[in-house]
């Protein structure tokens, strides 16, 4: 340890490399919550309001994505789908259907939470009103819902973000591969980690609190 | 058996009840109510607990379902369509479009948390009664003002104490201009201390000759704001006269047992 | 058919390897975590932060970078561990710092009453911790605990890009010799869902019945 001696110049000059791999990490995220959302969203109110035939099968997704490893899941998508069908993706589409497929089965459950801890009177007076089952369902249920459910969704987002690491596992360039990727250019090993590990610190809190400033704005404290 | 008042809203009634059953399982609840309300009626409900008072006023806006008999609004069946042969359940969107004509006073309040107070009561006003936002936010003022909330226009509800809070409540119902206002026991949550601004409104809104339906334990305020007092038992109407009658002579057995659980509270015939 | 059977024996050894490595990782998380989580919970500031400070650290940052810095970083600085060693210690850190949360929250959620009560009962903390906090804390514990040793399963698989032959790498292996791919990713998968999907519903059980 006391003769490593430090070059981050060489480092540095690759530095762009971990921007835009941080970038793309941020996209890949970014594009899987929200992909994720959706299907959480669409299946937790099917669970809840839908025919009871499609409880097992929403529920055989989720347990089936949540107890398998994401990196298989990962290799399973690009390796395995396209050996099997003549379906052709690159490895960043392949990654975002994965972890939107992934992060969709953590959401269902999170959303499902969310929407049954809504208030039944809160549903009655929207209905009182004069409000329809969808509109109920856009003003009252949905609005209500997200906020009980901010702080999960908050602690599932970070982790969906730490997540896309996984991406380097199938050569997609975002910040961890670029991370290996100047490290075996220069191998300025300890540079690249004291540069990276902090770049994901920095942003993994960064994410939590927005989301905490927005748990803070939107909190319906009763 | 009920002893129903003859003059009992001789005109076309605005809410109009017969024969109306309902069962919670093997419990029926309803066995058989009827009951009419005249326009600009104000009708108490009173009763012990589990006497059906609040399944009955659920089921005028169909919020509770009921199994046998009808519910009119001016003429309107409520719950199912008209016509011949069986019963069919009305759609979503002709539910809507009925309940706003029997708006409800919540016991629990049930402002929407994420709503203002003025948006809590914009919401029904943009999206079943299809005005603007402007004249929703101006009618959503006005009462607000009624109420005496023109400070908390813009206030969260959870902001406001429990009595502020049941006044939007009172005035998301009175704004969507309904045919009858059900009150379904609006000061039980409250602290005692808030009672009163509470009913001091409900007092102010049966003065300007709105109709009201209201399930209370305020037995004082029943008998001082109703025009009729409807006493429930078991699923069934008991007694349905004006208050002089119902708390002057007590009549009934079952009543007075009822009424002499209310510690401190001595009718006085008018 | 015969192929995918004849290189069962193979995916067995790396679900054991799976299965080692994941168990030395609780093993060893629990011997770590459970007392820093205690410190935590109860402990003075000066203990208290650099606990904090550790836990925060580690879960900011991806195991796979954990896993990275412990078996490319630390050769750098003269610190050389077997791969195997490696990933178990970097999964180790991961997980330590999750039952360090688990344990402080499982104690924070007991009421204040209950100690309270306690000392009102002239207990001293000794004895207010074993008879009263400690058979508290460990029931909203385990169903967390339960979950995170699927998370531990799931993650484990990652010490395959570091070359250990685990359930994963098997199955790469295989698949590159046999090239059946999609088969066989399925097979795994449900060799990780037979072992994760119990626990699962164990947690859930578990929930049910203390929470």
């Not at chain 1, 809504?118 to 109920?136: D, Q, S, Y």
Request: charged share 15%; glycine share 8%.
């Amino acid at each position: 340890m006391a003769n490593y001696h430090f070059n981050f110049a060489i480092v540095w000059r690759y530095a762009g490399k971990l921007f835009e791999g941080l970038l793309l990490s941020l996209e890949l995220a970014a594009a899987s919550i929200a992909i994720g959302m959706a299907i959480g969203l669409v299946l937790a109110l099917i669970s809840l309001d839908g025919p009871k035939w499609a409880r097992p099968l929403i529920a055989a997704y989720v347990e089936f994505v949540r107890n398998v490893p994401l990196l298989l899941l990962v290799y399973l998508v690009f390796y395995g789908i396209p050996s099997a069908i003549d379906l052709q993706y690159d490895a960043v589409t392949s990654f975002v259907a994965t972890l939107s497929i992934y992060s969709g089965a953590y959401l269902v459950e999170v959303m499902r939470a969310g929407l049954e801890a809504v208030p039944r009177g809160l549903i009655e007076a929207g209905k009182a009103i004069g409000l329809t089952p969808m509109k109920v369902l856009w003003h009252v249920r949905l609005p209500t819902a997200m906020r009980i459910a901010l702080p999960s969704l908050s602690n599932t987002y970070v982790s969906l973000f730490k997540d896309t690491s996984i991406a380097s596992a199938i050569a997609v360039p975002e910040l961890a591969y670029g991370m290996r990727w100047i490290e075996t250019q220069t191998f300025r090993t300890v540079e690249v980690y004291l540069l990276a590990t902090p770049i994901y610190l920095i942003t993994s809190y960064a994410i939590l609190l927005l989301l905490r400033l927005a748990e803070r704005r939107y909190s319906i404290a009763r | 058996m009920a002893e129903t008042d003859a003059r009992a809203s001789a005109a076309k009634p605005v809410i109009a009840i017969e024969g109306l059953t309902k069962s919670f399982g093997a419990n029926q609840v309803l066995k058989g109510v009827d009951l009419s309300v005249g326009k600009g009626e104000v009708v108490a409900i009173i009763g012990p607990s589990g006497s059906g008072k609040t399944t009955l006023l659920r089921c005028i806006n169909f919020l509770e379902e009921y199994d046998g008999g009808s519910v009119r609004i001016d003429g309107t069946e409520v719950g199912y369509r008209d016509g011949t042969g069986a019963r069919k359940r009305r759609s979503d969107r002709e539910l809507a479009a009925i309940r706003v004509d029997a708006a409800m006073v919540f016991q629990q309040f049930n402002l929407f948390p994420h709503l203002t107070a003025a948006q809590n009561i914009m919401l029904g006003l943009m999206k079943s009664r299809g005005r603007s936002k402007a004249e929703a936010r101006a009618i959503a003022e006005k009462w607000l003002a009624r109420v005496g909330l023109s400070a908390k226009v813009d206030a969260m509800p959870s902001q406001m104490s429990g009595g502020q809070q049941q006044r939007v409540g009172i005035a998301r119902a009175v704004a969507m201009e309904p045919k009858v206002l059900l009150l379904d026991e609006i000061t039980s949550a409250l602290d005692p201390e808030l009672v009163g601004e509470v009913l001091a409104v409900v007092q102010e809104l049966a003065a300007e000759g709105r109709t009201m339906i209201l399930v209370t334990h305020e037995m004082a305020f029943a008998q001082e704001v109703a025009d009729r007092v409807v006493f429930t038992d078991q699923g069934r109407i008991v007694i349905d006269a004006p208050p002089a009658k119902v708390f002057g002579e007590q009549p009934h057995e079952r009543l007075r047992a009822f009424l002499s659980r209310f510690v401190g509270f001595r009718p006085n015939p008018a | 058919m015969a192929t995918l059977i004849q290189t069962l024996p193979f995916l067995v050894d790396g679900l054991l390897t799976t299965l080692l490595v994941s168990a030395c990782v609780i093993v060893l998380s629990l011997i770590v975590g459970l007392p820093l989580g205690c410190v935590l919970a109860f402990g003075p500031f000066w203990a208290r932060a650099p606990i904090r400070l550790y836990a925060d650290f580690v879960r900011g940052v991806p195991i796979l970078v954990l896993l990275y810095f412990v078996y490319y970083g630390l050769p750098a600085i003269k610190v050389n561990l077997p791969s195997l060693l490696a990933a178990i210690v970097a999964l180790t850190a991961f997980k330590s710092a999750q039952i360090i949360e688990i344990t402080r929250g499982s104690f924070q959620s007991i009421p204040t009453g209950q100690t309270e009560a306690a000392k009102a009962i002239g207990l001293t903390l000794f004895d207010r911790f074993t008879h009263v906090l400690a058979p508290q804390a460990a029931r909203r514990f385990l169903p967390p605990f339960v979950n995170s040793v699927v998370d531990t399963v799931k993650g484990s698989s990652l010490v395959s890009l570091l070359g250990i032959v685990d359930l994963m790498l098997s199955l790469q292996q295989v698949i590159g010799r046999t090239h059946v791919a999609l088969p066989l990713y399925l097979i795994g998968a449900l060799m990780y869902f037979a072992i994760n999907f119990p626990l699962s519903a164990l947690s859930r059980r578990l929930e049910k019945r203390f929470v």
